[in-house]
């Protein structure tokens, strides 16, 4: 089945800093990747829509200013948490979308996550 | 997007059968169902994908009824290592980019 990968799987900073976070599709170009936030115990809410080669679409309620997504390629998507606080930390997930075809029902593969904790 | 309603969490035994019925009562004509499944601190695996009938496959079977109201994932003769949460999803086929909605989702708890 088709494979995306996350970098990090965890990361620990320090207050105010900034954190990347990469997504990549292995072995399939994903034209659209979803970002994902998970706190413990809840559900996963989405927040943001990543397309390639244009301007993310953000939730309602997320930040964009804070949460920088950058499409670069259509392989690689990457989530930036600027000016990191202890409120951020969370179990952020990426997911990607293979290309489709015709009468066939879209399914979303998912990152392994990546655990940040901000201190 | 089709709101859906699952039971918050279950309990069973290693070799039982388990059922999680999941509740979309304005799912849409173009609607699929899907199932995942997510361990702690990882990301949510794909399971199984319907869209009316039955559907089986390796892992689970999926039931939806003629009305599409509903739909049962079952998991065969459970073992510890299916303790997970599952998702029960629906979303559009395939037209473009969809993006997912996840409810509370089922914790099933897998017992000796």
């Known amino acids: 089945g088709a494979v995306v990968s996350q970098h990090p799987s965890w990361v620990i900073c320090k207050s105010g800093t900034s954190v990347k976070i990469e997504c990549r599709s292995l072995?399939?170009?994903?034209?659209?990747m979803f970002w994902y936030r998970q706190f413990p115990k809840q559900s996963l809410m989405l927040m943001a829509t990543?397309?390639?080669?244009?301007?993310?679409?953000?939730e309602q309620g997320v930040e964009k200013d804070k949460f920088l997504i950058n499409h670069a390629s259509l392989t690689l998507s990457t989530l930036t948490v600027t000016s990191a606080h202890p409120e951020d930390s969370s179990f952020y997930i990426c997911?990607?979308?293979?290309?489709?075809?015709?009468?066939?029902?879209?399914?979303?593969?998912f990152g392994p996550g990546t655990r940040l904790t901000v201190l | 997007l089709a709101k859906t309603t699952q039971p918050i969490s279950m309990d069973s035994y290693e070799g039982q059968e388990v059922n999680i019925t999941c509740s979309h009562n304005?799912?849409?004509?173009?609607?699929?169902i899907t199932w995942y499944q997510q361990f702690p601190s990882q990301g949510p695996r794909f399971i199984i994908q319907?869209?009316?009938t039955k559907v089986t496959n390796e892992v689970a079977s999926l039931f939806i009824p003629a009305d599409r109201k509903s739909s049962t994932l079952s998991l065969p003769r459970v073992s510890l290592s299916d303790t997970a949460v599952y998702y029960c999803?629906?979303?559009?086929?395939?037209?473009?980019?969809?993006?997912?909605?996840f409810g509370t989702g089922t914790r099933l708890l897998v017992s000796p």
């Open positions: 990543s397309n390639e080669g244009s301007k993310a679409t953000y």
């Open positions: 072995d399939f170009q994903a034209t659209t």
């Open positions: 999803l629906v979303g559009a086929m395939n037209t473009g980019f969809q993006k997912l909605v």
């Open positions: 304005n799912i849409a004509t173009n609607d699929y």
């Open positions: 997911s990607a979308r293979p290309p489709g075809l015709a009468g066939v029902a879209d399914t979303q593969y």
């Open positions: 319907g869209y009316k």
